[in-house]
């Protein structure tokens, strides 16, 4: 295979800038770790599916380990960044889970590869600390959504904040994981509105949320 491309008509074959070339096999991998998982993605896919040699896909990425890292830093670093640009510009805890819906529907129908990637990869801590990190980012958020109002409280003691805070961390999987349960079941069946979707979502936190807050319990077994 050729890492050239060319000039239609010309007959002129031009190689692909390093950085250009770079960005391409960066996408592609994206594409078929999203498809395939981690494990079952091998250089040869990626090499096969940009259209050039496995030894110029070795020349950018040492490895596949490498290679899925890259991958994954560009993913986080921009998901990340979405979601927080939309809590910060929320002051109310309910309108930022809504917002944080909102990125989650509107990256995932942007970015199919990229969301297919988060899903099969979020809880599965041997494929590398960058998706691990977003977890733990994505769980940061939720509690301080949780918390925003009770860390401002001055009335609230030290102990009581303690306990809220020990609450948010066992809250925290439940939520994201709600959340994106439902933004896959979403894109598997499109026939159901978006804004139905998003607002199911944010009732299904909310109010579970609110009820647990009021202090309702069901009696332990």
Not at 8 to 25: F, K, N, W
Not at 134 to 140: H, I, P, Q
Not at 188 to 198: F, K, L, Y
């Amino acid at each position: 295979m050729t890492n050239s491309t060319g000039d239609a008509g010309t007959g002129v074959r031009r190689r692909m800038p390093h950085a250009r070339r770079r960005e391409q096999l960066l996408q592609v991998a994206l594409a078929e770790f999203g498809r395939r998982g981690y494990h079952e993605t091998q250089m040869e896919h990626v090499a096969g599916a940009a259209a050039v040699s496995k030894a110029l896909l070795y020349q950018h990425f040492a490895s596949k380990e490498q290679l899925f890292v890259e991958v994954t830093g560009e993913v986080v670093a921009e998901l990340t960044a979405r979601l927080n640009a939309a809590v910060l510009a929320e002051q109310d805890s309910m309108e930022g889970i809504r917002a944080m819906i909102r990125v989650l529907f509107d990256y995932a129908t942007a970015e199919p590869d990229a969301w297919a990637l988060v899903i099969r990869h979020l809880d599965k801590p041997e494929v590398g600390p960058e998706l691990r990190e977003m977890r733990d980012r994505l769980g940061g958020a939720f509690a301080d959504l949780l918390l925003r109002r009770r860390r401002a409280d001055p009335k609230l003691s030290a102990e009581a904040l303690a306990a809220n805070e020990r609450r948010a961390r066992l809250l925290v999987p439940l939520m994201y994981g709600s959340m994106l349960s439902m933004v896959s079941w979403w894109l598997e069946h499109p026939g159901t509105p978006r804004d139905r979707a998003e607002q199911m979502a944010v009732e299904f936190i909310w109010l579970g949320l609110d009820r647990l807050r009021s202090g309702e319990r069901l009696p332990r077994p």
